[in-house]
């Protein structure tokens, strides 16, 4: 520290000052009295009205005779041993870290928004599109394609006239043989054969393709034990008793007789997937089950082969991520390794069933928003009943975390670093601990208005706050205050303590007893309203005399 020099030698005088209890607090009603003339005169704030918070005019009049002394009441402080800082005042502004914005991926209704000020947590629905939840996810990553089991899929359409009475499980498998779905209880069964059945095949039809379809499949299903079928274009007496075995087989009606609808020629096995019912104005949103009236012509599900997932990739892992870490894999069935399987499906369908969304197992592009950490929604870009399309903002968020942002003359970056701690004064006065979170190593000039000269260059500093530590404020001005100097346990007294000595320097009054005593002493920090002090005779603990 840099001290300055030391008064003339100390003197003891008389003591007609008061004594204190150490804070200050007269006991003995005693008054100093401050004359013109003399060897060491009361400065207090002599040295600056602002730091000791007094202000006494001082002055040497010719020197041959005192004058008039002005008298005024003291008390006692004590002299503490204390860190000093000297801080610098940077103006900031409290604000919510991360702020970005939430596009939609598809096209559709708005019908369901957050508030503002609302905070979503990962697994949390962020908003609705067609009555679709999207859910947040922690992630840094972007969704470019839908992730599922047979997303690929073909179109199985309905031949038959009446409702739906039972139909295969969403992602079930389906084998040459098996029953996919009935209408008014007659059975669709499941064929191999990439040729499609588009009539009635009985006895005396004529040849076709479809009838060695249909005869492959009969002999290689066990329906032909005696080995009577020949497999070629012919429907024959052997055919119709073979088909007589399947219809006894599946329930259906046994007349032998293959009506159009009643079987479907697929590529199989083959995994099912239920489809949206169609209304007058497109999809309705809710897929076709039991229950549903339909006609010929109506596609009533979707097939794809079992092996059919996406290729790996850093979506399926951050996903998989999500999915373990929000407790939709409770028996650990899942791994955790990019790969998009059964058991990523399962733990996909138990989030679904959370946040009420159609159990399928597919996270279709859209339907899900990776952003790192909690969001607070800070604007709403469209209302409920909008119609939006893709890349259309929704609503703007931010971390849900408070940070200070200012702007730091380029000539004082050495003042802060990455890391360092600095006090914030919020706008109730009240004041909490930052840290240092970025520094720009880049400067810029600020923008200025049109016809202004440029402003001096600067960077942007970010200081992080402690949780729940600003009461949500936003957009709020505040103080930065920054450590500038600093001395460690020294010692210290008000700064309405010191007095001038004639000739230059500074001494302490030291209350000793009845008595008091002046101590030349060096100073170093000034600190909301304490300088630090070094003399001889000076310890911590004694007490100085203060004007009160």
């Not at 040459?176 to 209408?183: E, F, K, L, Q, W």
């Not at 329930?251 to 479907?264: P, R, S, T």
């Not at 009236?293 to 850093?314: H, Y």
């Not at 919020?426 to 208005?449: F, H, I, K, M, W």
């Amino acid at each position: 520290m840099s001290l300055s020099s030391p008064p003339r030698a100390t003197e003891e005088l008389p003591s007609d000052t008061a004594t204190s209890n150490g804070s200050g607090t007269e006991t003995g009603g005693r008054r100093r009295r401050l004359a013109k003339a003399g060897p060491v005169v009361f400065v207090g704030v002599l040295i600056a009205a602002a730091l000791a918070g007094y202000f006494l005019v001082l002055a040497r009049d010719n020197g041959t005779e005192p004058a008039a002394a002005t008298e005024v009441a003291t008390g006692a402080a004590p002299v503490t041993r204390r860190d000093l800082q000297v801080r610098d005042s940077l103006g900031g502004t409290l604000t919510f870290a991360s702020a970005s914005t939430v596009k939609s991926a598809g096209t559709g209704t708005v019908t369901s928004l957050p508030a503002e000020g609302d905070i979503r947590e990962p697994g949390d629905v962020l908003y609705a599109l067609d009555g679709v939840p999207i859910v947040l996810l922690e992630g840094d990553i972007s969704m470019w394609r839908s992730l599922g089991i047979g997303l690929e899929t073909t179109p199985i359409s309905n031949q038959l006239t009446g409702t739906v009475t039972a139909i295969a499980q969403h992602g079930s498998v389906v084998r040459a043989g098996d029953v996919i779905y009935r209408v008014n209880t007659v059975p669709v069964v499941a064929l191999s054969g990439s040729f499609p059945a588009f009539r009635t095949l009985a006895d005396g039809v004529t040849d076709g393709r479809d009838v060695r379809q249909l005869e492959q499949n009969l002999v290689a299903l066990g329906y032909d034990p005696d080995g009577a079928v020949t497999v070629d274009r012919t429907f024959t007496a052997a055919t119709t008793d073979a088909v007589l075995r399947m219809q006894a087989d599946i329930g259906a009606e046994e007349d032998g007789i293959v009506d159009l609808g009643e079987v479907v020629f697929m590529s199989t096995p083959q995994r099912v997937s239920h489809v949206e019912a169609a209304g007058a104005n497109g999809p309705t949103g809710s897929a076709i089950g039991i229950g549903a009236s339909v006609q010929p012509g109506t596609e009533i599900l979707g097939v794809a082969a079992p092996t059919d997932a996406p290729t790996d990739g850093p979506d399926i892992l951050a996903l998989e991520e999500n999915l373990v870490a929000l407790g939709f894999d409770p028996e650990g069935a899942m791994t955790v390794d990019s790969s998009f399987d059964l058991q990523t499906e399962a733990a996909i369908e138990r989030l679904q069933e959370s946040i009420g969304a159609d159990m399928d197992g597919v996270f279709e592009i859209g339907d899900a928003v990776f952003v790192s950490g909690a969001q607070r929604v800070s604007a709403l870009l469209v209302s409920s009943g909008d119609i939006v399309q893709p890349g259309v903002p929704i609503l703007e968020v931010t971390s849900s975390e408070q940070v200070v942002t200012l702007e730091l003359e380029a000539t004082r970056q050495t003042l802060v670093a990455v890391g360092d701690e600095v006090a914030v004064e919020l706008p109730d006065g009240s004041e909490t601990t930052g840290v240092v979170s970025e520094v720009s190593a880049v400067a810029r000039v600020p923008q200025t208005a049109a016809g202004a000269e440029p402003g001096d260059p600067v960077i942007d500093v970010t200081v992080a706050l402690p949780a729940n530590s600003s009461g949500g404020l936003d957009q709020s001005p505040v103080d930065i205050l920054i450590a500038t100097d600093s001395a460690e346990q020294v010692l210290t007294v008000p700064v309405s303590a010191l007095l001038a000595v004639a000739g230059g320097g500074y001494a302490l009054e030291l209350v000793d007893g009845a008595v008091t005593r002046f101590v030349g002493v060096e100073l170093g920090l000034f600190s909301d309203g304490l300088v630090e002090v070094a003399g001889v005779g000076v310890t911590e603990g004694d007490e100085v005399v203060v004007p009160r």
